[in-house]
């Protein structure tokens, strides 16, 4: 038996004694030996595929508590006709060891993922090869390549459209004539051979040729049922023409004319599916593609990719940002549109951070690069947006079944019609029409489209209004939550503690914070950072300190020349005077300011709701999603923040894997759960939850654990996700209706010879172009 050895990077092992100990494990599967190096991270692998996988190889190595890199690779793919061809493609591919690959018709591209370094580019490359189909390695083009790309594609339809219509021209003239009875405008059957054998054989020859490797790999597709049907017109038309068969009809404007219609929704095709990728370009077209960089006191324009990072860019009034980084002099307000979604301009200076390609609305700002080109958020975003536009949906998965079986379905239904229709009329020839028809209408373009279409402009849809969805699963998914567990702490709230409140003995509640703030000045802690922000915001002057000192657990102590010795901290340390009537405020943390006598002032400090908040809980609670809030923190500030959002169910007090627990629970209770969060401890939870959403701004582990990312941080995105989720499954079972209601109605008609092969060729191509059409119509969601 044939031996295969393979070399996987190997992730997670400490010692030598990880090595050996995984080298153990792989030895004890049939037919493996393995020789696992520490110093490298690499195991080599011997195995015969008879008798273990690689599959089972990688599964050994997880249950032995390693991992296995991934790798992913995309590959343009040209030569694909229908959804048969991208089904039988991803079967091809999927027999390559170790390779997971999904094949998307819409995008003409294929996914690959499998273990780091175990397939060669070359391979996957000969694989596509030999299925029939060419590709080449994807590269992030630019908004004009993308257009130019399009507009190639369309020429070159477009040229032999015109050519093919070119020479079935004079077959519609006729055909008009015989509408209305000019019999004499009859065209010679041998020009009518002249001018039908072009179009068979030269225009048509991409079918040929795409019928050929399609039924040498062993399936079917689209191209063999056009070649069939319209050779079987073309030859028998031929027959009866040189056989001097005057008596028998000829049928060469039905082979011609099909052959054009197909094209023609081939051309319209394209067309439209340029328009669904604009998701894309309108992205890349954000970026500037010039820059002003400062270098030795000198100001100079270079084109963005010779940016490096440290480079100090000038951004005028109405220029885009041309890379992520830190403004390092000036002010200005910047519009992130791109980014969150948020029409309104943020104001930046000395210290914020910026991004590329969004747009300086006024002011001047430098700022010191620290990400450029394909580093930047924006760049990550495209990626991020690619990847989901290419991905498949699980509602995907009957239309690509279908699609597997449909051609040689259809083809015995075409050879039953021809016999049925031939022993019941008694003539060959016109059965043999009903076949073509049978053959010509039946195409499985439209149901390749179907599903892909809307979610590249769901996705698209996202981007713009800064809804980030990882894969085509997490759109479909979002739309069927009827659950949204939320976190408190920099979801719900704001993240940071915030003065809601002053109470002041004497009445004057700048004083007191400005005595407050003072003394806090020398403090590290959150409370006080607070109360100094406010005082900040207020405008008011901290005073001289004298004597600081910090008491853990209770507060700080410090002289101010007028006041004394004074003490900032908790009520109960600060002062033993009675707290005033309505103290302390449910839900708040109260800080008391207080001189060696009487109780001076008091402070109320929150971590207060985000704006739209409570309008987010309810619109969302609108829709029919209940909205359950779990925080580690205590049970009064958890009731407050719940009571002040409109949320009835809540828990407080849990741990991150409480959190994780309770979406378990829900899911087992037959709901369909989200999760929104944004710190590390929300990780579990969000890795448990059917769908993920995470802010943009939390912790890199949350984002990267979610399926949505919320640009913006709102968790009114949150209802605008779902909300598109549904308007693209509207779109996805209106696209697959459509589809399948061409095939169910037309098949019969045509074989019953209610529908010619022209009339089926033109409700072939009008399948397809009502698919793309309609799921373009998801651009005006709003």
Same mark, same amino acid.
């Given at each position: 038996?044939?031996?295969?050895?393979?070399?996987?990077?190997?992730?997670?092992?400490?010692?030598?004694?990880?090595?050996?100990?995984?080298?153990?494990?792989?030895?004890?599967?049939?037919?493996?030996?393995?020789?696992?190096?520490?110093?490298?991270?690499?195991?080599?692998?011997?195995?015969?595929?008879?008798?273990?996988?690689?599959?089972?190889?990688?599964?050994?190595?997880?249950? =032995?508590?390693?991992?296995?890199?991934?790798?992913?690779?995309?590959?343009?793919?040209?030569?694909?006709?229908?959804?048969?061809?991208?089904? /039988?493609?991803?079967?091809?591919?999927?027999?390559?060891?170790?390779?997971?690959?999904?094949?998307?018709?819409?995008?003409? !591209?294929?996914?690959?993922?499998?273990?780091?370094?175990?397939?060669?580019?070359?391979?996957?490359?000969?694989?596509?090869?030999?299925?029939?189909?060419?590709?080449?390695?994807?590269?992030?083009?630019?908004?004009?390549?993308?257009?130019?790309?399009?507009?190639?594609?369309?020429?070159?339809?477009?040229?032999?459209?015109?050519?093919?219509?070119?020479?079935?021209?004079?077959?519609?003239?006729?055909?008009?004539?015989?509408?209305?009875?000019?019999?004499?405008?009859?065209?010679?059957?041998?020009?009518?051979?002249?001018?039908?054998?072009? %179009?068979?054989?030269?225009?048509?020859?991409?079918?040929?040729?795409?019928?050929?490797?399609?039924?040498?790999?062993?399936?079917?597709?689209?191209? %063999?049922?056009?070649?069939?049907?319209?050779?079987?017109?073309?030859?028998?038309?031929? #027959?009866?023409?040189?056989?001097?068969?005057?008596?028998?009809? %000829?049928?060469?404007?039905?082979?011609?004319?099909?052959?054009?219609? #197909?094209?023609?929704?081939?051309?319209?095709?394209?067309?439209?599916?340029?328009?669904?990728?604009?998701? @894309?370009?309108?992205?890349? /077209?954000?970026?500037? /593609?010039?820059?002003?960089?400062?270098?030795?006191?000198?100001?100079?324009?270079?084109?963005?990719?010779?940016?490096?990072?440290?480079?100090?860019?000038?951004?005028?009034?109405?220029?885009?940002?041309?890379? *992520?980084?830190?403004?390092?002099?000036?002010?200005?307000?910047? *519009?992130?549109?791109?980014?969150?979604?948020?029409?309104?301009?943020?104001?930046?200076?000395?210290?914020?951070?910026?991004?590329?390609?969004?747009?300086?609305?006024?002011?001047?700002?430098? %700022?010191?690069?620290?990400?450029?080109?394909?580093?930047?958020?924006?760049?990550?975003?495209?990626?991020?947006?690619?990847?989901?536009?290419?991905?498949?949906?699980?509602?995907?998965?009957?239309?690509?079944?279908?699609?597997?079986?449909?051609?040689?379905? #259809?083809?015995?239904?075409?050879?039953?019609?021809?016999?049925?229709?031939?022993?019941?009329?008694?003539?060959?020839?016109?059965?043999? @029409?009903?076949?073509?028809?049978? +053959?010509?209408?039946?195409?499985?373009?439209? +149901?390749?489209?179907?599903?892909?279409?809307?979610?590249?402009?769901?996705?698209?849809?996202?981007?713009?209004?800064?809804? +980030?969805?990882?894969?085509?699963?997490?759109?479909?998914?979002?739309?069927?939550?009827?659950?949204?567990?939320?976190?408190?702490?920099?979801?719900?709230?704001?993240?940071?503690?915030?003065?809601?409140?002053?109470?002041?003995? *004497?009445?004057?509640?700048?004083?007191?914070? $400005?005595?407050?703030? &003072?003394?806090?000045?020398?403090?590290?802690?959150?409370?006080?950072?607070?109360?100094?922000?406010?005082?900040?915001?207020?405008?008011?002057?901290?005073?001289?300190?004298?004597?600081?000192?910090?008491?853990?657990?209770?507060?700080?102590?410090?002289?101010?020349?007028?006041?004394?010795?004074?003490?900032?901290?908790?009520?109960?340390?600060?002062?033993?005077?009675?707290?005033?009537?309505?103290?302390?405020?449910?839900?708040?943390?109260?800080?008391?300011?207080?001189?060696?006598?009487?109780?001076?002032?008091?402070?109320?400090? =929150?971590?207060?709701?985000?704006?739209?908040?409570?309008?987010?809980?309810?619109?969302?609670?609108?829709?029919?999603?209940?909205?359950?809030?779990?925080?580690?923190?205590?049970?009064?500030?958890?009731?407050? @923040?719940?009571?002040?959002?409109?949320?009835?169910?809540?828990?407080?007090?849990?741990?991150? $894997?409480?959190?994780?627990?309770?979406?378990?629970?829900?899911?087992?209770?037959?709901?369909?759960?989200?999760?929104?969060? *944004?710190?590390?401890?929300?990780?579990?939870?969000?890795?448990? =939850?059917?769908?993920?959403?995470?802010?943009?701004?939390?912790?890199?582990?949350?984002?990267?654990? !979610?399926?949505?990312?919320?640009?913006?941080?709102?968790?009114?995105?949150?209802?605008?996700?779902?909300?598109?989720?549904?308007?693209?499954?509207?779109? @996805?079972?209106?696209?697959?209706?459509?589809?399948?209601?061409?095939?169910?109605?037309?098949?019969?008609?045509?074989?019953?010879?209610?529908?010619?092969? #022209?009339?089926?060729?033109?409700?072939?191509?009008?399948?397809?172009?009502?698919?793309?059409?309609? &799921?373009? +119509?998801?651009?005006?969601?709003?």
């Amino acid at each position: 038996m044939t031996e295969t050895v393979i070399t996987l990077p190997i992730a997670g092992m400490h010692c030598a004694a990880c090595a050996a100990r995984l080298e153990k494990v792989l030895g004890k599967l049939d037919g493996v030996s393995a020789s696992v190096s520490f110093a490298s991270e690499q195991a080599q692998i011997h195995y015969q595929p008879g008798r273990s996988s690689l599959q089972q190889v990688q599964d050994a190595i997880v249950k =032995a508590g390693f991992s296995v890199p991934q790798q992913q690779l995309q590959l343009d793919i040209s030569g694909m006709t229908c959804a048969a061809c991208a089904v /039988r493609l991803e079967k091809v591919l999927n027999k390559l060891p170790g390779v997971n690959a999904q094949v998307n018709f819409a995008t003409s !591209a294929a996914q690959l993922q499998f273990a780091a370094g175990i397939l060669p580019i070359a391979d996957a490359l000969h694989a596509v090869r030999k299925a029939g189909f060419s590709a080449t390695l994807h590269e992030d083009a630019g908004s004009e390549d993308l257009q130019q790309q399009h507009a190639r594609q369309y020429r070159r339809e477009l040229g032999w459209f015109g050519l093919a219509l070119l020479l079935t021209l004079p077959f519609l003239l006729e055909m008009l004539a015989m509408l209305f009875g000019w019999h004499q405008l009859m065209l010679p059957r041998s020009l009518q051979l002249a001018l039908a054998t072009p %179009v068979q054989f030269i225009i048509g020859w991409r079918f040929y040729r795409g019928a050929w490797h399609a039924l040498r790999s062993g399936g079917a597709n689209m191209d %063999v049922l056009v070649a069939l049907g319209t050779s079987m017109a073309w030859l028998l038309s031929t #027959v009866v023409t040189l056989s001097g068969w005057q008596q028998q009809h %000829v049928y060469f404007e039905a082979s011609a004319a099909v052959i054009t219609l #197909v094209l023609l929704g081939k051309l319209l095709e394209a067309r439209a599916r340029g328009k669904t990728s604009g998701a @894309i370009a309108s992205l890349i /077209r954000l970026a500037p /593609r010039h820059a002003r960089i400062e270098r030795d006191g000198q100001l100079q324009d270079i084109a963005v990719e010779q940016l490096q990072v440290g480079d100090v860019v000038v951004v005028r009034h109405g220029e885009s940002l041309p890379v *992520d980084g830190v403004v390092v002099e000036g002010q200005a307000a910047i *519009d992130e549109s791109m980014l969150t979604g948020e029409s309104l301009p943020i104001s930046k200076t000395i210290g914020d951070k910026v991004y590329a390609a969004t747009r300086n609305q006024q002011g001047m700002l430098k %700022v010191r690069a620290g990400s450029v080109g394909s580093q930047t958020q924006l760049a990550e975003i495209i990626r991020l947006v690619g990847l989901a536009q290419g991905s498949k949906a699980p509602i995907q998965r009957l239309a690509d079944q279908i699609a597997g079986v449909f051609v040689p379905v #259809v083809a015995t239904i075409a050879l039953l019609t021809l016999l049925f229709n031939g022993w019941w009329l008694g003539d060959w020839s016109q059965a043999l @029409i009903r076949a073509v028809a049978v +053959l010509v209408i039946a195409c499985p373009c439209a +149901l390749g489209l179907a599903t892909p279409t809307a979610i590249m402009m769901g996705v698209g849809k996202g981007a713009g209004r800064g809804v +980030l969805f990882r894969n085509a699963a997490a759109l479909e998914t979002a739309g069927r939550i009827n659950t949204l567990v939320v976190d408190k702490t920099g979801t719900l709230t704001e993240g940071r503690p915030v003065v809601t409140t002053i109470w002041a003995a *004497d009445g004057d509640e700048n004083r007191v914070l $400005q005595l407050a703030a &003072s003394v806090e000045s020398g403090s590290e802690h959150p409370l006080a950072h607070a109360i100094l922000q406010q005082a900040a915001e207020r405008g008011l002057a901290l005073l001289p300190l004298q004597a600081f000192q910090a008491e853990v657990g209770q507060g700080v102590t410090a002289s101010i020349d007028g006041y004394g010795s004074l003490r900032v901290g908790r009520p109960d340390w600060a002062s033993n005077a009675a707290l005033p009537a309505g103290w302390p405020l449910p839900g708040q943390s109260m800080i008391a300011l207080a001189d060696d006598t009487r109780l001076l002032g008091l402070l109320a400090i =929150a971590d207060t709701l985000r704006p739209g908040a409570v309008s987010a809980v309810k619109t969302l609670q609108q829709m029919g999603v209940q909205v359950i809030m779990l925080t580690g923190d205590n049970p009064s500030t958890a009731a407050a @923040i719940a009571s002040e959002a409109g949320i009835t169910d809540y828990r407080a007090g849990l741990r991150p $894997q409480d959190k994780a627990e309770a979406v378990v629970q829900l899911q087992a209770a037959g709901r369909k759960v989200a999760m929104l969060g *944004d710190g590390v401890n929300d990780a579990p939870a969000l890795a448990a =939850a059917d769908v993920s959403f995470a802010m943009g701004a939390g912790s890199d582990v949350a984002i990267e654990t !979610a399926d949505i990312t919320l640009m913006q941080g709102d968790i009114l995105h949150v209802a605008d996700a779902i909300r598109l989720s549904r308007a693209t499954l509207g779109k @996805i079972r209106q696209n697959l209706f459509f589809a399948f209601i061409y095939n169910v109605l037309g098949i019969p008609l045509a074989a019953l010879g209610m529908l010619n092969p #022209v009339l089926a060729g033109a409700a072939m191509a009008m399948s397809s172009v009502s698919v793309v059409s309609n &799921s373009l +119509l998801l651009r005006r969601w709003k």
